[in-house]
């Protein structure tokens, strides 16, 4: 009776922690590893609890053995039958009866509740294989339509997949790694995939095989889940010259990540015909903003007795979003006739120093606020230590002349909308002229009825509330596809490739700016032509001049600072080292001419 009643202990304990991790699990917003999931830990729990339950039984069993052989039957019969028990086929009477005639009735119990609790965990796995399976032949009867294939099923998923099935119909939908049972967040999650018309699959998206899909079908996939570091391992799986997909066209490949480990590891995968995008989403953001807003900076700014138009810019924050913005508007604003001045704000003593760091030559003081024909133009001033909560912060506003743009970004919705009524009150209290004001508000939600909100009076507030999860994870804020086809156009208009453009970061990012900055020029008629040989020299020369300023901004906004030497052999990309990083008029008349290329500008 000490064996049975020992061994219901031990193994009563064995499944309370169990269950208990299993919860855990559950519990955890992001778990590690998705081989870890509550149905797992549960059915490894109840292997070694019933492991333990059954020794005491077949230890008495074999009491005929001699001893070592004794405990060796009676340790593998145990594992066997525990093994059995998945399957409905141990002996559940003969194990009842012994429990009962030692009088450990708890014994009993516990074993009952396996013998139930087992075959559930079983009927669990081939539920799930057949699920895989159905979702195969659904896959199967629309191969050949255009796939957008996520690595995870989660909100920021959820919201770019809804936004691409409003436009595409007859797209298939698939989530990854979906694991519907394991919280109530999941759940509900899975709900909204079929609600949605997605096709849910267990399998890792790096795993997954789709290339019986037809050949005129596009497919996408974004490895999009909250580890960067995995999100760039199946990218590494996914472009495998072996795989299903290196050698197929119209294959696109999204891997978000802002590191820049990941950057280097994405622009050394081996060759294939996958067109591979490294998303930075909060630059994507913000350059989608630009494009889409951009026009308005230039149209409030304000006229100076010297004639030129100047836009005072208010950069409150200056984390993710606020620095990637503060570095934007140096190379956006660079146009004829408009000077660009920039005041950030940040609680922060030392973000003055973390941007120079990343951006040295932008800061510099031969560059900041030093205006050279020919050069960027453009005054950068921090108020570091500032919070928006002081009255410190009124008294900096009070000594600075009146913004024509604010973009406020604290990291906090709460914080950003209180800040950004105050500015607007603040503005209109010293009967300034209202300023563009944009501020982020990451709830989807709350952005759509703050942007319609008004006071009691009912007038409205004229503040945009930007950067909600279903406008940064959009079809065209992630995919850019007007954007990048303009981009890829600046790229090869110099005879570079196709493929370089999709493959090395410096290439896209650089003609991205490019093509936003002409598409701005477009929209204020500055330089606009479609025939470069019908350009008068006057334009040609303001073209140049423009572009040449625009680039010099943007390289030192990426951290380039200017090699020292006007010769070309001094360019070093790996110390970020340029030797056209100089005024126009001083470059050679090889390089001025990059700048007039079709008015798209440089990319190499």
Same mark, same amino acid.
């Given at each position: 009776?000490?064996?049975f009643m020992i061994a219901t202990v031990l193994s009563a304990v064995i499944f309370v922690l169990a269950m208990i991790f299993a919860v855990y699990t559950a519990r955890k917003p992001y778990r590690s590893s998705r081989l870890i999931t509550p149905s797992r830990v549960l059915a490894v729990g109840i292997f070694f609890a019933g492991w333990v339950l059954f020794f005491p039984h077949y230890y008495a069993?074999?009491?005929?053995?001699?001893?070592?052989?004794?405990?060796?039957?009676?340790? #593998?019969?145990?594992?066997?039958?525990?093994?059995?028990?998945?399957?409905?086929? !141990?002996?559940?009477?003969?194990?009842?009866?012994?429990?009962?005639?030692?009088?450990?009735?708890?014994?009993?119990?516990?074993?009952?509740?396996?013998?139930?609790?087992?075959?559930?965990?079983?009927?669990?796995?081939?539920?799930?294989?057949?699920?895989?399976?159905?979702?195969?032949?659904?896959?199967?009867?629309?191969?050949? /339509?255009? @796939?957008?294939?996520?690595?995870?099923? %989660?909100?920021?998923?959820?919201?770019?997949?809804?936004?691409?099935?409003?436009?595409?119909?007859?797209?298939?939908?698939?989530? !990854?790694?979906?694991?519907?049972?394991?919280?109530?967040?999941?759940?509900?999650?899975?709900?909204?995939?079929?609600?949605?018309?997605?096709?849910?699959?267990?399998?890792?998206?790096?795993?997954?095989?789709?290339?019986?899909?037809?050949?005129?079908?596009?497919?996408?996939?974004?490895?999009?889940?909250?580890?960067?570091?995995?999100?760039?391992? =199946?990218?590494?799986?996914?472009?495998?010259?072996?795989?299903?997909?290196?050698?197929?066209?119209?294959?696109?490949?999204?891997?978000? %990540?802002?590191?820049?480990?990941?950057?280097?590891?994405?622009?050394?995968?081996?060759?294939?015909?996958?067109?591979?995008?490294?998303?930075?989403?909060?630059?994507?953001?913000?350059?989608?903003?630009?494009?889409?807003?951009?026009?308005?900076?230039?149209?409030?700014?304000?006229?100076?007795?010297?004639?030129?138009?100047?836009?005072?810019?208010?950069? @409150?924050?200056?984390?993710?979003?606020?620095?990637?913005?503060?570095?934007?508007?140096? #190379?956006?604003?660079?146009?004829?006739?408009?000077?660009?001045?920039?005041?950030?704000?940040?609680?922060?003593?030392?973000?003055?120093?973390?941007?120079?760091? =990343?951006?040295?030559?932008?800061?510099?003081?031969?560059?900041?606020?030093?205006?050279?024909?020919?050069?960027?133009?453009?005054?950068?001033?921090?108020?570091?230590?500032?919070?928006?909560?002081?009255?410190?912060? !009124?008294?900096?506003?009070?000594?600075?002349?009146?913004?024509?743009?604010?973009?406020?970004?604290?990291?906090?919705?709460?914080?950003?909308?209180?800040?950004?009524?105050? $500015?607007? =009150?603040?503005f209109r209290q010293r009967h300034m002229p209202d300023p563009i004001i944009q501020a982020i508000v990451y709830d989807s939600k709350s952005q759509a009825i703050l942007n319609q909100a008004s006071n009691w009076r009912g007038k409205p507030y004229g503040i945009e509330f930007v950067g909600a999860r279903?406008?940064?994870?959009?079809?065209?804020?992630?995919?850019? =596809?007007?954007?990048?086809?303009?981009?890829?156009?600046?790229?090869?208009?110099?005879? %570079?490739?196709?493929?370089?453009?999709?493959?090395?970061?410096?290439?896209?990012?650089?003609?991205?700016?490019?093509?936003?900055?002409?598409?701005?020029?477009?929209?204020?008629?500055?330089?606009?032509?479609?025939?470069?040989?019908?350009?008068?020299?006057?334009?040609?020369?303001? $073209?140049?001049?423009?572009?040449?300023?625009? #680039?010099?901004?943007?390289?030192? /906004?990426?951290?380039?600072?200017?090699?020292?030497?006007?010769?070309?052999?001094?360019?070093?990309?790996?110390?970020?080292?340029?030797?056209?990083?100089?005024?126009?008029?001083? $470059?050679?008349?090889?390089?001025?001419?990059?700048?007039?290329?079709?008015?798209?500008?440089? !990319?190499?």
């Open positions: 009776m000490t064996n069993e074999f009491s005929l053995q001699p001893m070592f052989a004794r405990i060796w039957e009676t340790f #593998w019969v145990s594992a066997h039958h525990t093994i059995r028990l998945f399957v409905i086929d !141990t002996g559940f009477e003969e194990i009842f009866s012994s429990a009962i005639a030692t009088g450990v009735v708890a014994y009993a119990v516990l074993g009952t509740v396996y013998f139930i609790l087992a075959p559930i965990m079983t009927a669990g796995v081939i539920l799930s294989f057949f699920r895989n399976f159905v979702s195969y032949v659904k896959c199967f009867t629309r191969r050949s /339509s255009d @796939v957008y294939a996520f690595s995870e099923l %989660s909100e920021k998923s959820l919201a770019l997949a809804t936004d691409i099935s409003n436009s595409h119909k007859n797209a298939v939908l698939i989530f !990854t790694d979906v694991f519907g049972e394991d919280n109530e967040e999941s759940y509900e999650l899975c709900e909204r995939a079929r609600e949605l018309g997605a096709i849910c699959f267990q399998k890792d998206i790096a795993t997954l095989n789709l290339g019986f899909f037809s050949k005129s079908s596009k497919l996408y996939f974004f490895a999009i889940g909250e580890d960067e570091s995995e999100n760039v391992k =199946q990218a590494f799986t996914l472009s495998k010259p072996d795989g299903p997909y290196a050698k197929r066209e119209n294959v696109f490949l999204y891997v978000f %990540s802002i590191d820049v480990e990941g950057e280097l590891l994405l622009s050394n995968l081996p060759e294939t015909k996958i067109r591979l995008r490294r998303v930075d989403d909060i630059r994507a953001l913000v350059l989608r903003n630009l494009y889409d807003t951009g026009e308005k900076l230039f149209q409030n700014a304000i006229p100076s007795e010297s004639g030129e138009k100047h836009i005072n810019a208010f950069v @409150v924050g200056t984390g993710g979003h606020g620095s990637e913005m503060l570095k934007a508007l140096t #190379w956006f604003c660079q146009m004829d006739g408009y000077l660009i001045e920039i005041h950030a704000f940040d609680l922060d003593k030392n973000a003055s120093d973390r941007f120079t760091r =990343q951006a040295p030559d932008l800061m510099s003081e031969r560059n900041n606020g030093v205006y050279v024909k020919g050069e960027a133009q453009y005054k950068i001033v921090f108020h570091d230590g500032v919070s928006v909560d002081d009255a410190r912060f !009124t008294h900096v506003l009070d000594e600075i002349a009146a913004p024509t743009y604010v973009f406020v970004s604290l990291g906090e919705d709460a914080r950003n909308v209180r800040t950004a009524v105050y $500015l607007r =009150q603040y279903e406008e940064m994870y959009s079809e065209r804020v992630i995919l850019r =596809q007007d954007l990048e086809e303009a981009a890829l156009a600046t790229h090869k208009s110099y005879g %570079s490739s196709e493929e370089d453009f999709y493959r090395f970061e410096y290439n896209y990012r650089s003609s991205m700016a490019s093509a936003l900055h002409r598409h701005l020029r477009h929209q204020l008629s500055v330089a606009d032509f479609d025939d470069s040989e019908a350009m008068s020299e006057e334009d040609r020369a303001l $073209l140049e001049n423009i572009e040449h300023r625009r #680039w010099n901004a943007y390289m030192r /906004s990426e951290g380039y600072v200017y090699s020292g030497d006007k010769d070309a052999s001094s360019r070093d990309d790996l110390a970020k080292m340029h030797h056209n990083l100089i005024p126009f008029d001083e $470059l050679s008349e090889d390089d001025k001419r990059k700048d007039s290329i079709v008015g798209i500008g440089k !990319t190499n």
